[in-house]
C-alpha cells in the first residue's frame, strides 16, 4: 500500500494522530508493515491485549478457526473510550483463514456493534470498521 493510498485508508477507518490503539489477535500471519502505517498515523506503538487503559481504538486480527469473535469483540469493547471504535481484519477471499461476511455481520450484532464497510488494507487482509451504538457506554 502507498503511504498516501495508506493513510487515506486508515482516515475511513478511523485513525488519527495522537490515539491509543490496542491490538488483539496479533500473530506471526500479521501485515506488518499495516501496523508500522497505523502506528505512524497515531503517532505511537498499539497496545497489546494486556493494556489496562482505556484506549482509542481496538484493533483486532481475526483468522477462521480462532477463539469466538463475538467474544474478541466484547473485550475490545469494555476497553473503549466513549466514541472509540472498532477495526476488524481478516483475511480476503481466497486465502487462509478467510471469514465470510456473514459471520463478520452476525458476530459485530451480536456484540453489540453496527458494521461500517469494508476496506482493502493490505494484500492479503481487508478491514472493516464496527462501531458501538451512540451515546455514552457504561
Not at 21 to 38: A, M, N, P, S, W
Request: proline content about 3%; hydrophobic content about 40%.
Amino acid at each position: 500500500m502507498s503511504a498516501t493510498a495508506g493513510a487515506a485508508s486508515l482516515g475511513k477507518l478511523g485513525f488519527a494522530k495522537g490515539q491509543v490503539i490496542q491490538e488483539f489477535g496479533y500473530d506471526d500471519d500479521v501485515d506488518e508493515d499495516l501496523r508500522v502505517t497505523i502506528e505512524d498515523a497515531v503517532g505511537s506503538e498499539l497496545e497489546d491485549e494486556d493494556y489496562n487503559d482505556g484506549a482509542d481504538g481496538v484493533l483486532i486480527w481475526y483468522r477462521d478457526g480462532d477463539e469466538d469473535l463475538v467474544d474478541l469483540m466484547v473485550d475490545g469493547l469494555t476497553k473503549l473510550f466513549d466514541q472509540g471504535f472498532v477495526v476488524l481484519l481478516t483475511p480476503k477471499a481466497g486465502r487462509d483463514g478467510h471469514v465470510e461476511a456473514s459471520e463478520v455481520e452476525e458476530a459485530a450484532t451480536t456484540a453489540g456493534l453496527q458494521t461500517g464497510g469494508q476496506v482493502n488494507v493490505a494484500s492479503d487482509w481487508a478491514a472493516t470498521r464496527l462501531m458501538p451504538p451512540k451515546g455514552p457506554r457504561r
